[in-house]
């Protein structure tokens, strides 16, 4: 079975600063591992993903992220915060089996100050 | 490509009533997801669809919940007598394969 953790459910940084969303997986068999933004009200938009390609991913808006197996991690990051990054973004592990269904972490709310 | 759509986008039902809901995927995905989301919580897989056959099934859903497929196209998701508990962001996403997931506004349920 595969699970995720999202350490800290609200980060807040100033407008311009370094973005940092952490996210942990656990998982018996190689994951695809996914990042979603949440915007009030509405569904879920994909941001990134890593399929075992390149350990670096690079997303939408600036967004980037890096597998890391021996820390098992997926954390999400960007050089610089704009007021339009506010959200609630999710964490995301699905293992190569037929139905290639997604487990999720807790999410993190993500508040950027002017 | 139109993405994937879902009705309603806002549900309000009294305890004890039945609901339904649809969602029409992106043309010629033949995978098709059901999630359940809480307030503060992540989106909760309920049931999966490769064209036409349910094949998994997650046992949040209850005998209460039943979702279809029947043509391999769009789908529904029914829940009968409604209970407080099921008031929920319910959403549907599809996919060409198991990669990536492309996911719908949701259908916000509330139950009185």
């Known amino acids: 079975a595969q699970s995720v953790t999202q350490l800290g459910s609200h980060v807040s940084v100033s407008e311009g600063a370094l973005v940092l969303l952490r996210c942990n997986y656990s998982?018996?068999?190689?994951?695809?591992l996914f990042w979603y933004v949440q915007y009030p009200n509405q569904g879920l938009q994909l941001l990134l993903k890593?399929?075992?390609?390149?350990?670096l991913v690079k997303g939408i808006n600036g967004f980037e992220a890096e597998f890391k197996k021996s820390e098992t991690s997926f954390h999400l990051t960007k050089p610089s915060a704009h007021m339009s990054d506010a959200a609630e973004y999710f964490c995301a592990v699905t293992v190569n089996t037929n139905a290639g269904k997604s487990t999720f972490g807790d999410g993190t709310t993500l508040t950027v100050k002017p | 490509d139109t993405g994937v759509s879902q009705n309603p986008r806002h549900k309000i039902t009294k305890r004890g009533q039945n609901v339904t809901f649809r969602c029409d995927p992106i043309s010629e995905h033949n995978r098709l997801y059901w999630y359940r989301q809480t307030l503060g919580q992540g989106p909760e897989f309920l049931t999966y669809?490769?064209?036409?056959?349910?094949?998994?099934k997650s046992r949040l859903l209850s005998d209460r919940f039943s979702a279809e497929r029947p043509k391999g196209s769009f789908s529904t998701l029914e829940i009968q007598r409604t209970e407080q508990g099921d008031s929920a962001m319910y959403l549907c996403?599809?996919?060409?394969?198991?990669?990536?997931?492309?996911f719908g506004p949701g259908t916000r349920l509330l139950v009185l």
């Open positions: 998982s018996s068999v190689p994951p695809y």
């Open positions: 890593y399929t075992s390609a390149a350990t």
């Open positions: 996403a599809s996919s060409a394969h198991k990669e990536t997931q492309y």
């Open positions: 669809f490769q064209n036409e056959a349910q094949l998994e």
